[in-house]
């Protein structure tokens, strides 16, 4: 049974601290996933404090892409998206649009996933977004550590998904079958301040809910990351030292019936003077993993609000529909 019903709407965004998700005692667990259960009912965001991803390597993958934004725009161009069939490599400024009928994001990235060489089956039948990385030669260096940070990503993201099962009140071994070969998605984003001649509403990321399971997202100190809470208010939610924010993507409401939020998120770097730097991962059970309403959010009528989905199919619409927009 859960009794929790949320007041009002949350007008901050919790720090739940992750350390005693790690102990051997189901209750130290439980507590955290707890925790955890509010934070999705009520804000679907939630900074993670302790999570046992070093701070050096947090900071290095920040400096990471300052180096590769500080390149020259034509080296940059060397291994933009374009030249990808699986959306991999730099997106140049303004090449997306997250808020339907806005102008063009104010920002630049990157974009890595789970590499797969041509021959590899899933790639020759043709399963959208799935080939090889786009990595760019200097920094020499940027290969190599960015998959070792997704190393880092990809065990905090399964440990998430099974402290989000015990918050389900579910066995925390619930989705690993489909965590064997988890979808992620690095990302790096650049924002740099908000221009003046900005278009009307163009922001640095228009508003948006993510498109998978959870966002796992390293924020500089610059700040300019707001999310809307369920009264339609935009709370800031700024630099947190050493913590992750942890958001929730559509695929979490067809999970939980609704009963976990993925909530709209938008960023405006209006700092005076400072770029801002981003690093979010997309992390999603594999390509082929059924997205359906779990056995403890299932309704009486066994009719569920939402229809079944497939994780890769779900992450193809939304690349088409939002990368369509700004071409
Ligand atoms: O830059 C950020 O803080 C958020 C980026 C974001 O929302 C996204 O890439 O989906
Ligand atoms: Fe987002």
Known sequence: MKLYTPPKP???????????????DIEDRKAVAWEIHKACRDTGFFYIKNHGVPPEVMARHLT???EFFSLPPAVKAEVEVAKSKCTRGFEAMAAQTLDE???P??????????????????????VPNTGPNQWPTTPAHFKRQFNEYMGHMVRLGSHLMRCIALSLELPESYFDEG?????????????????ANAAFNQLGAGAHTDWGMLTLLLQD????????????DWLKAPYVQDAFIINLGEMMPV???????????????????RDRYSCPTFFDPDYHYQVKCVPTCMPQSGEPLFAETTVGQHIANMYAKTYGRAA
């Open 64 to 66: 990471l892409a300052r």
């Open 101 to 103: 009928g806005s102008p």
């Open 255 to 273: 999970l939980t019936n609704g009963l976990y939020h993925s909530t709209p998120h938008r960023v405006l770097n209006n700092s005076s003077g």
């Open 179 to 195: 965590l064997v070969d988890p979808l992620y998605i690095g990302r790096m984003l650049h924002y740099p301040p908000h221009p």
């Open 105 to 126: 994001d104010l920002k630049e990235g990157f974009l890595m996933g789970v590499d797969r060489p041509e021959d590899h089956p899933d790639v020759v039948n043709g």
């Open 10 to 24: 949350a007008e901050f965004i919790p720090v739940i601290d992750l350390g005693p998700s790690f102990s051997l």
């Open 221 to 232: 100190d610059v700040g300019g990351l707001e999310i809307e809470n369920a009264a339609g």
